[in-house]
């Protein structure tokens, strides 16, 4: 139980194109879901939170209108790169949190490694 | 000060042998803490989690909570080289609130 997919697992676009990565919870329902970025030999950095039917909160420093998060329902979250650059090549994660009261439990996705061109 | 801290290593051992991972931390206020693995280019694996204080087993995995000394640890028993990964520490308070990461550890069982 408890399986969060993505797709793509990889993508490849041209500097200027826009990249939607779709995050799912397969056996559970997800009340909040969680938008990550990792380099390289580096820990994970926490993009933006979400709950579902509401708009999602970012950290700072994050751009909203560049990375655009949508949770539509319990169950799937896109995030959407807008005009892609190189510097935003890099390896995005999400992870879910179930909806049961208490839990604090987090299923992170396999990932989706992101290169732009 | 760091919300969490957690070595980055690299941890090398030999295979069979007792691994101790740590994390410290500031925020009394953290209530639920996880281990996680990850594996190169591969998204983290939820381990342990626990709630408050105390210990919790799993197989070869041990997960203890030190609230009083704002120290969590993980043990890994009987290492073998499948377990070579990066072990990230991960807490949270109350609320639907985000995770803290640890910078995570990087461990190397050698066969």
């Known amino acids: 139980g408890a399986v969060v997919s993505q797709h793509p697992s990889w993508v490849i676009c041209k500097s200027g194109t826009s990249v939607k990565i779709e995050c799912r919870s397969l056996?559970?329902?997800?009340?909040?879901m969680f938008w990550y970025r990792q380099f390289p030999k580096q820990s994970l950095m926490l993009m933006a939170t979400s709950n579902e039917g509401s708009k999602a909160t970012y950290e700072q420093g994050v751009e909203k209108d560049k990375f655009l998060i949508n949770h539509a329902s319990l169950t799937l979250s896109t995030l959407t790169v807008t005009s892609a650059h190189p510097e935003d090549s890099s390896f995005y994660i999400c992870?879910?949190?179930?909806?049961?009261?208490?839990?604090?439990?987090?299923?992170f996705g396999p990932g989706t490694r992101l290169t732009v061109t | 000060q760091k919300e969490v801290e957690q070595d980055p290593g690299p941890l090398s051992v030999p295979e069979g042998a007792i691994v101790s991972l740590n994390c410290t931390y500031s925020n009394s206020a953290f209530q639920y803490f996880m281990w996680y693995r990850q594996y190169s280019r591969k998204g983290p694996e939820l381990l342990m989690y626990t709630y408050s204080s105390g210990n919790k087993e799993d197989g070869r995995f041990t997960a203890q909570v030190d609230k009083s000394s704002k120290y969590i640890s993980l043990f890994i028993r009987d290492s073998q080289p499948s377990d070579s990964a990066t072990y990230l520490c991960?807490?949270?308070?109350?609320?639907?609130?985000?995770?803290?990461f640890g910078k995570g550890t990087r461990l190397s069982v050698i066969a």
């Open positions: 992870s879910a949190r179930e909806k049961v009261r208490g839990s604090r439990e987090q299923y």
């Open positions: 056996d559970f329902q997800a009340t909040t």
């Open positions: 991960a807490m949270t308070r109350s609320g639907n609130t985000p995770l803290v």
